[in-house]
């Protein structure tokens, strides 16, 4: 299955103080495993940064003014993300800005199935700090490069420590969802899936003939 791990960087907190995107990455995981594929912009918000922003990611407004508007990436990111699994940390955040743009220019919402990594770790570690950082800690994941926030690193990081979180989970069964529509619509439903490695064609050549020489010395002796 593939999935996307998405991150985003903003002029601010809140959508209702008008902040907007300045920054979205992608990676593409098949089957928990980083593919080439990825997507990554700088996006001109037609606004100021905040100094919190900033503080945070570091990107000016000197930088950002020249760099494209939401609406000339929009069909290329949309197209990037259809039908895959979004993962997402602190996905409530991300999804409001991507729907505020949206809906800036007269789109449908996100409907994409979501992984909130967020919610994923405050279930595993109830109490404790599950910032990014925290759990590269506690994963042993080196974020040493991370001296700001920027979209395709955080994506990187939180790809790791996405598989990390699933790898010692049990698949979890909910029998309430029934249909795909209501697959798609459950934003933040965490669902758990064990890594499945399949053998190559060489690999199952191998073990076929290995099988054929075995089963013909066992019987003739």
């Known amino acids: 299955m593939k999935e996307i791990v998405l991150d985003t960087e903003t002029t601010g907190l809140s959508v209702k103080d008008g902040h907007r995107i300045v920054e979205i990455g992608c990676i593409e995981l098949d089957n928990l495993v980083p593919t080439q594929n990825s997507f990554h912009c700088y996006l001109n918000p037609e606004r100021k940064v905040s100094e919190k922003a900033l503080e945070v990611h570091g990107y000016t407004d000197e930088f950002l003014k020249t760099k494209k508007k939401f609406k000339d990436v929009m069909l290329n990111f949309l197209s990037f993300i259809k039908d895959k699994r979004?993962?997402?940390?602190?996905?409530?955040?991300?999804?409001?800005?991507?729907?505020n743009e949206l809906k800036i220019l007269g789109k449908e919402i996100i409907k994409n199935e979501i992984i909130d990594t967020l919610v994923l770790a405050k279930n595993k570690f109830?109490?404790?700090?599950?910032?990014?950082?925290?759990?590269?800690?506690?994963?042993?994941i080196d974020n040493s490069k991370r001296d700001k926030h920027t979209a395709l690193i955080d994506c990187d990081l939180l790809s790791k420590v996405y598989i990390n979180l699933i790898d010692q989970k049990e698949p979890k069964l909910d029998f309430q969802i029934n249909d795909q529509k209501?697959?798609?619509?459950?934003?933040?439903?965490?669902?758990?899936?064990?890594?499945?490695?399949?053998?190559?064609?060489?690999?199952?050549?191998?073990?076929?003939?290995?099988l054929k020489n075995s089963l013909k010395k066992n019987f003739f002796n």
Do not use: M, T
């Not at 979004?86 to 729907?99: C, G, M, R, T, Y």
């Not at 109830?126 to 042993?140: E, F, H, I, T, W």
């Not at 934003?187 to 190559?200: A, C, D, E, N, R």
């Open 126 to 140: 109830p109490g404790s700090s599950v910032s990014l950082d925290a759990l590269c800690k506690r994963y042993r």
């Open 86 to 99: 979004l993962i997402i940390h602190n996905a409530e955040f991300d999804l409001a800005h991507l729907n």
């Open 182 to 210: 209501n697959r798609k619509d459950s934003v933040g439903k965490v669902l758990y899936f064990k890594k499945v490695i399949k053998p190559s064609p060489e690999e199952i050549k191998k073990h076929n003939q290995y």
